[in-house]
């Protein structure tokens, strides 16, 4: 289903993620933490965006769940 991977600037807020996606089937964690969807992350369209912006250098991983069709 893949992932993608990315690094915190500090500042940038928002992520290009896959189509079709919402916060219900993807898991996002910020250096091995556990980001929670609509508190931590919205998603719209292909964008994520952070409620605050990860650190710099921080680690974000953004792992895609299975679609039920």
């Excluded at 996606?21 to 250096?31: E, Y």
Aim: glycine share 8%.
């Amino acid at each position: 289903y893949g992932q993608a991977t990315a690094t915190g600037d500090g500042s940038t807020t928002t992520l290009t993620i896959n189509s079709g996606r919402s916060v219900s089937d993807v898991l996002l964690d910020v250096n091995g933490i556990a980001m929670t969807p609509t508190t931590d992350y919205t998603i719209s369209g292909t964008t994520l965006t952070f409620i605050t912006a990860p650190a710099a250098s921080a680690e974000i991983t953004v792992r895609y769940l299975p679609i039920n069709t």
